[in-house]
């Protein structure tokens, strides 16, 4: 089966963010808004619960942070692909390294980007439309993040939680 | 908030019943198919720990159970909506009754029906046809259920996962 390992931010920006998606994402029915710590993997249905156990243990020794949104950005011209931008942090790229280590399968072969997807797919001309018109707005959250969920994805591309893991613990 | 809690059966179930929802039910792309344990019930940000901690009490005294389905049912004529039908066992009706108590917001006012939509707000004309032609084929699946979620629901209706229980762990 595929998982992946992701981040909800609160109701709040979820619903910001999914006011947009509605429009603009095409995936905005898939899963609901998130910040992606782990790509979609493979992995046997039998071994599952051994992954399982490694996040636990990461999520058990990363504690809850603070997270940070203060700007849209856009991964243009490599995707015409609108996020909120989530700023760096020491914690946030810690958790996600641990997450990506070679005994929980598949490493990420890209840097960490760590974002909240609102458009994607858009053509050049949308892109650059959407993008100006939101550069008007102003996106400004600040919250605290406790937990993580690992994810399976259904046929129809849809994800399903899986199991929720708490900072600190596990 | 509002905060609801459900069973997502296996993959496999899933899949099954989205072929069907993906044409026939309108909540098709607000949550994945599961099986309501509680239905959706308001409570304050600041004390859904305190249920949680209910809840997890729940879980953790609850064992693994088996479940299984034989057939589609309706609960048509009150509603026009089609079900894969979950068996009635002792361990779910014990499960769906703890967590209706009245320290839990909000008690359940009808009947546990067990079940998994596949298909609502179908017309009459709809709902005899659709019934009609699913009834040739076979719904037989039998697993079992190790897990449970609490959800709460964003403004476009949508249902984000917030925390898991496992059952005999909590």
Known sequence: ??????????????????????RYDPHYALIPPHITLKEAFEEEDEDIEKVVEEISEVAKETNPFSMAIRKLST????TNTIYMKVEASEELQNLHDRLNRTDIPKEDTFNFVPHITIAQKLSDDEHSDVYGSLQMKSFEFEERIDRFQLLYQLDNGSWTVY???RLGKG
Chains 1, 2 share one sequence.
Request: without cysteine; proline residues 7%; glycine residues 4%.
């Open 75 to 78: 991964f243009s011209p490599v």
């Open 163 to 165: 199991e929720t893991f």
């Open 1 to 22: 089966m595929k998982y992946g390992i992701a981040i909800f931010p609160s109701k709040d920006i979820q619903d910001v963010a999914n006011s947009y998606r509605m």
